[in-house]
T-cell receptor, first 111, second 118 residues
Framework: SQKIEQNSEALNIQEGKTATLTCNYT??????LQWYRQDPGRGPVFLLL?????KEKRKERLKVTFDTTLKQSLFHITASQPADSATYLC??????????FGTGTRLKVLA | GAVVSQHPSWVICKSGTSVKIECRSL??????MFWYRQFPKQSLMLMAT?????????EQGVEKDKFLINHASLTLSTLTVTSAHPEDSSFYIC??????????????FGPGTRLTVL
């Protein structure tokens, strides 16, 4: 079966540092990987989408990489701020439009 | 980005009653919407794919007679939890897919509905 795993359940970092979150998938490479932010009691908010033929994607302080050899995506937040504290979810495509979500990593940025 | 709304944001009901949750795409037309449920500290689990004008496609293990989905228009999908029981208490989230020419299509999520069945 197609699985997607986010290795760290929780990650604490100091303000100003770069947070790096990991997403690993099994079996064949998905065409796309997406990253979302979810705050408690809220729906996920789309952040970035990266295609399998793209190695890197950036948006302001966010950067996502996609390594089809390692079957891994890394999500970076540079110059992290306490407001970045949230749960971050990665999702892979399954079939045409369906997504399978990872369990998420709870990031806490300490002031 | 595209905006998806859900109503109600929370609902408390008695066991045995039915609850309807609405999902609307506010500024775009969504031929495909998705319904998820999420338990505390767990990820989103896809329940069903809702296609406008046709029957929903349910994931394995999801009872279609329990969770009725109707996608009557390009901007509205509804999920009805029939004869709700305490184990149905969860956070229900819908999403709508924005088609993209390349086929990627981002999903935009609603704010979620907290269902508590007493």
């Amino acid at each position: 079966s197609q699985k997607i795993e986010q290795n760290s359940e929780a990650l604490n970092i100091q303000e100003g540092k770069t947070a790096t979150l990991t997403c690993n998938y099994t079996n064949y490479s998905p065409a796309y990987l997406q990253w979302y932010r979810q705050d408690p009691g809220r729906g996920p908010v789309f952040l970035l989408l990266i295609r399998e033929n793209e190695k890197e994607k950036r948006k302001e302080r966010l950067k996502v990489t996609f390594d089809t050899t390692l079957k891994q995506s890394l999500f970076h937040i540079t110059a992290s701020q306490p407001a970045d504290s949230a749960t971050y979810l990665c999702a892979r495509t399954s079939g045409t439009y369906k997504y399978i979500f990872g369990t998420g990593t709870r990031l806490k940025v300490l002031a | 980005g595209a905006v998806v709304s859900q109503h109600p944001s929370w609902v408390i009901c008695k066991s045995g009653t039915s609850v309807k949750i609405e999902c609307r795409s506010l500024d775009f037309q969504a031929t495909t919407m998705f319904w998820y449920r999420q338990f505390p500290k767990q990820s989103l689990m896809l329940m069903a794919t809702s296609n406008e004008g046709s029957k929903a496609t349910y994931e394995q293990g999801v009872e279609k007679d329990k969770f009725l989905i109707n996608h009557a228009s390009l901007t509205l999908s509804t999920l009805t939890v029939t004869s709700a029981h305490p184990e149905d208490s969860s956070f229900y989230i819908c999403s709508a897919r924005v088609p993209e020419a390349s086929g990627a299509g981002e999903q935009f999520f609603g704010p979620g509905t907290r269902l508590t069945v007493l």
